[in-house]
């Protein structure tokens, strides 16, 4: 563990307030202003710590732009219509989706851009990407100004803070972050029970609980119930619920211990969706799936996508598209393990590739 202001900042702050909740120590790591994971590098890319989808290959952008233009068109056409991206990263996804749509013009003109994004870094990359789009910035959905919704979301949920809780004889008990002897950064946990609800799972047990993604799947399960319209999450996660500690970190794609360097390393941790599901149920929400995101990619034809782009390409061309939808695809690559979700509301129709 190396000494840098960000850990320092933890020290100081586990001194004064005794030993963090994972949550308070991932928004930490991740979103301190300054010194966090997110207001510093360039995390997403070849040259960055991990790759996402959109990184690997163009085909998931635009698979996912005829998406939300097919979708639209079965909504009968709002104008405007809010498109809505959670944490766009670089913009890929983005950029592909929109260059996508251009098939049916009266989309753009309709598409109102409003990015969700925290670091100041990535909305300067997404600014750069994005520009032709006149997009606008905000911090959560909550100013996302209203009216009929489309938003997508990629690898997002995965970077929301959560709780873990450990099953002892007496009950769960919730893991913290402190500080042994020598400042060393460590798992501890709280002597007594918590008193949250949680299942009946065997001594041993870690659960984890992700209150962020909760609030998110509960405000806008309201908001679509109210105006219409749909919200694609992929993500890699769990579905049933599943015990485990899947707290992760990666820097320059390789695995971290989460606690070694806060802020320098990128912190996830697996997607329950099935309590996502029911949260944004529970606000009035209708729940598409999960399907493994080889089975939707497949639904929305992405060997045709793939064999068109291939075509008349040279051999190199060829095998470079391939080998980047075959990773999408490949169970054990990222086909079974990332998953696609969708939430309708207001009378908007079943979604592609969900029907
Ligand atoms: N969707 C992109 C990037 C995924 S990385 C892709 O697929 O390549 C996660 C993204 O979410 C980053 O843009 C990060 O800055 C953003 N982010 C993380 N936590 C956030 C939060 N609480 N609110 C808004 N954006 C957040």
């Known amino acids: ?14 001194r004064a307030e005794g030993p963090l909740t994972l949550e308070r120590y991932m928004a930490i790591a991740l979103g301190h202003p300054r010194w966090g994971y997110y207001a510093t590098g360039s995390p997403v890319g070849a040259r960055g710590d991990f790759v996402t989808a959109p990184e690997i290959t163009q085909v998931f952008g635009e698979l996912i732009g005829a998406w939300c233009v097919d979708l639209w068109q079965r909504m009968g056409m709002p104008e405007p219509i809010i498109l809505c991206e959670l944490g766009p990263g670089n913009g890929t996804l983005m950029a592909d989706l929109l260059r996508a749509a251009r098939v049916v013009p009266a989309f753009g003109r309709a598409a109102r851009l409003h990015l969700v994004e925290t670091s100041a870094a990535l909305r300067a990359i997404q600014a750069r990407v994005l520009h032709g789009a006149a997009p606008h910035w905000h911090l ?12 997508v979301a990629n690898e997002f949920l995965d970077a929301l803070p959560i ?8 009950g769960w008990h919730e893991r913290r972050v ?6 060393t950064l460590v798992y501890t946990c709280d002597p007594a029970p918590t008193r949250d609800e949680l299942p009946d ?21 309201r908001r679509l119930a109210a105006q219409g319209g749909a ?30 360097d806060p802020g320098g390393a990128d912190l996830t941790a697996h997607v329950d969706f099935a309590d996502f599901a029911q949260a944004a149920a529970a606000a009035g929400a209708r729940v598409w799936g999960p399907l493994s995101q080889a089975r939707f990619l497949e639904a929305l034809g992405i060997e045709s996508r793939m064999n068109r782009l291939t075509a008349g390409q040279t051999a190199p061309q060829r095998s470079a598209i391939e080998s980047g939808c075959r990773r999408l695809l490949n ?11 969708a939430l309708t509301g207001g009378g908007t129709p079943p979604p592609a590739g969900f029907e």
């Open 1 to 14: 563990m190396s000494a840098t202001p960000l850990l320092d900042y933890l020290r100081g702050v586990i």
């Open 140 to 151: 959560s959905l909550e100013s996302v100004p209203p009216g009929p919704l489309l938003l």
């Open 163 to 170: 709780r873990q809780f450990e099953r002892r004889a007496d």
């Open 178 to 183: 402190g500080l042994d002897a020598a400042g």
């Open 201 to 221: 799972w065997p001594v041993g047990s870690v659960i984890e609980r992700r209150p962020a993604a909760r609030i998110l799947a509960r405000d806008l399960g």
């Open 231 to 260: 919200a694609l999450f992929v993500d890699y996660g769990y579905f049933p619920p599943a015990p485990g500690d899947t707290l992760q970190a990666v820097a320059r794609h390789r695995r971290h211990d989460p606690l070694c």
């Open 331 to 341: 169970e054990t690559q990222m086909g079974t393990l990332f998953k696609a979700l």
